[in-house]
């Protein structure tokens, strides 16, 4: 009837695999230093110890270890306005002498005079069109240049940090930890594919090939005697909701079996995620600290969290509560 | 002047570099035995010494040795016909019970009767709505389970193999070789991404989220109170000729440095590796071995190699000739 006599039915070889690796996992040196003791940073590291022991019950073979981040607000500051949009704003300035017409024309003109509000307010549409206008024309290899140059130089409006920086340290801290417990981890943002690309590796440790966002079409053709892709103003995926399970079916043509997210953006790859069968693991970053970073939520345009939260309280994904559960935010120098 | 002394002027590092490894790699074990000796092959060996060794000018790091390999033609037979096209008029003969409107209305009314040429002879639209009509309507995971039942029992029709051993023992020790030597290979293919998925880890060792094809459009649903992808009539993409160096790059998000095909429609996927910095590798499979395989190129409605043929004669890219370069064809047990 048993298989391992009364110490197996006293501790199943799950709970001791747990046990055991939370023990190594102190005894050796904390792989989450930024995460405060608490049932956030425990639920992590059992998940994690359950995935990866043979000897658990729920072990999942390393190729089926897939995790997805959504970036802003995820994984990086999305206040007070997306990094995106910051840069589109900047590109509109530095091409303003080649587009004479931007200064009668919207939203340019707003952008130019510097009246943001005006320029993001018929929102999404301004947006688009000043992220079309900034984004596309170029061959692909140029604007990952662009891009490249711009986040080595530019600043964020309140903080005065570079966008680098302001980078949640608990969740790099996070990737490592998932990638040293064989881990694949994938970015799949709203933000464009080949925006993210231009940092995800040198910031994240993600690879170009790990990375999915939304995206523009492009064209091969021929210029000067060599093939280039031109990137061109026609949206081609939009990344967010419903889109999400869509394109990482997509992309990785498995189910991650860990989902972190901070919006109701990303709802849906969570509830695609959670509902896969065996050990699953969803996480919601909450925003609720004010003073180190921006508490926000139910009510925000940016980021919103309301449908999220209340799904992640009734299937019992885990929250991160900002303030109390991590130590340090940022990866830049602390001031 | 020099760096080196007069032993680096005779034998530059490279030239040494590739003569140990070409030296290594025979005195160890040959890793391409059903590989003819020839310039075809040491073409192949030179390259990945150039790339993989260290202490080449040519050296590339691991993380982007890219290698993408088309499949129908190149990776396993598609002669007489597609093997999905072979799924796809099995699967009208198995679904024909629930659907009696096909035995009056063309194309499936002449699938029915064993009419193929009729059925498929309005050639693209034929197939094309063959393939909706048995790919779609399911979700992703139903798709999945169908097509690797399939290709666990269904035989050719000719050879009376099964299609999974109808893949050529060559190439696939083409693609382990590349892998011993950090490369990542990936497909990318006309056929759909999810058929693929049902057999590239198994017979080629490719994880799924290498594998790049044309798609239906999917939406994501809630049945019976659980998440689901639900495959759609709808062409998403269609990944061949231009369409591969685009979802290249949107897929892999990097050049690959090794490409490898066998019609015209893998062309522009080798004019965009080729044409990159730094070393690069771009061979054609040619098939001209009427008794072991099939003998087809410039006029051959499937897997037409004509202008691909003659860009790789004007830039020197590798063509194999089946008949010379490979010792074995199938990897199957041979008859």
Known sequence: MTRGGPERLLFPGSVIATAFALFAAQAVADPLPSWNDGPTKRAIVEFVAQVSSPDSSNYVPPAERIAVFDNDGTLWAEQPLYVQIAFALDRVRALA???????????????????????????????????????TGMTAAEFSAIAADWLGTARHPTTGRRYTEMVYQP?????????????????????????????????????????????TRTRYEYR??????????????????????????QHIGRRPIAAFGNSDGDLQMLQWTCAGDGERFCLYVHHTDADREWAYDRESPIGRLDKGLDQAQAEGWTVVDMKIDWNVVFSGKQD
Chains 1, 2 share one sequence.
Do not use: C
């Open 171 to 215: 969740m790099l801290e996070l990737l490592a930890y998932l990638r040293a417990n064989d881990f694949k981890t994938y970015i799949t943002s709203g933000g464009g594919i080949a925006f993210l690309r231009a940092f995800a590796q040198n910031v994240y440790g993600i690879p170009p090939e790990q990375v999915i966002g939304s995206s």
């Open 224 to 249: 000067d005697g060599n093939p280039v892709l031109i990137r061109l103003p026609e949206t081609n995926y939009y990344n967010d909701k419903e889109g999400k399970p869509i394109a990482i079916n």
């Open 97 to 135: 002498p080649e587009h004479p017409e931007w200064k009668s024309t919207q939203p340019f003109k707003a952008v130019l005079e510097g009246d943001l509000e005006t320029a993001l307010s018929k929102t999404e549409n301004g947006a688009a069109e000043i992220v079309m206008a900034t984004h």
